[in-house]
């Protein structure tokens, strides 16, 4: 079966470092895409890893981990623009297949 | 360029009626995708095309039709709305070539109730 894992809710200050954590168990792998969506507007592309390691770009980064089924969204210097629901997707084929999302509120 | 564009933006339906949601990209992608989102989920693929002609189902088709006559356009039919068909409905593509497949671009979204 597909399965991807992510917490349903998290909080973090305006300034900090927060990790959104997202595990999967897929039948094939062809690379990891995080989304981020604001309440009530469409997903739009943070990240794509595809190789173990990590991927930066600017406050955001994306590590990936294929043996473990694992991956991470690290956002630095919180703003509170940055509260939002963030996606994992995994895509095994042409498909991708998206997690439940995790919710983050920034507090000042 | 416009991107993905849905239309109609909201609309209610009586159970028993039939729509079609509109989808139309200007990116020349290949890929074309229809997700439904309840509250506080993620996104199901409903159906999906890899390129004019080709359509096939996602997760959750029953209910929906989809047809690809072209690149750019890639309407969802539903007959016989049901309330369990209330959702937010997206539509996206994306590039695919042998040398991975890129970033889906997803449009502003259909909300969809049915009373």
């Known amino acids: 079966g597909q399965n991807i894992d992510q917490p349903t809710e998290m909080t973090a200050t305006e300034g900090a470092i927060v990790q959104i954590n997202c595990t999967y168990q897929?039948?094939?792998?062809?690379?990891l895409f995080w989304y981020q969506q604001h309440a009530g507007e469409a997903p739009t592309f943070l990240s794509y890893?595809?190789?173990?390691g990590l991927e930066e770009k600017g406050r955001f980064s994306s590590f990936l981990s294929r043996s473990k089924g694992y991956s991470y969204l690290l956002l630095k210097e919180l703003q509170m623009k940055d509260s939002a629901s963030y996606l994992c997707?995994?895509?095994?084929?042409?498909?991708?297949?998206f997690g439940t999302g995790t919710r983050l509120q920034v507090f000042p | 360029n416009a991107g993905v564009t849905q239309t109609p933006k909201f609309r209610i339906l009586k159970i028993g009626q039939s729509m079609t949601l509109q989808c139309t990209q200007d990116?020349?992608?290949?890929?074309m995708y229809w997700y439904r989102q309840d509250p506080g989920m993620g996104l199901k693929l409903i159906y999906y095309?890899?390129?004019?002609?080709?359509?096939d189902k996602g997760e959750v088709p029953n209910g929906y039709n989809v047809s690809r006559s072209t690149t750019e356009d890639f309407p969802l039919r539903l007959e016989l709305a049901a309330p369990s068909q209330t959702s937010v409905y997206f539509c996206?593509?994306?590039?695919?070539?042998?040398?991975?497949?890129?970033?889906?671009?997803f449009g502003p979204g259909t909300r969809l109730t049915v009373t």
């Open positions: 095309s890899v390129g004019a002609g080709i359509t």
């Open positions: 990116m020349n992608h290949n890929y």
């Open positions: 996206a593509s994306s590039y695919s070539s042998t040398g991975g497949m890129y970033e889906q671009y």
């Open positions: 890893n595809v190789l173990d």
């Open positions: 997707a995994v895509r095994p084929t042409d498909k991708l297949i």
């Open positions: 897929t039948s094939g792998f062809n690379g």
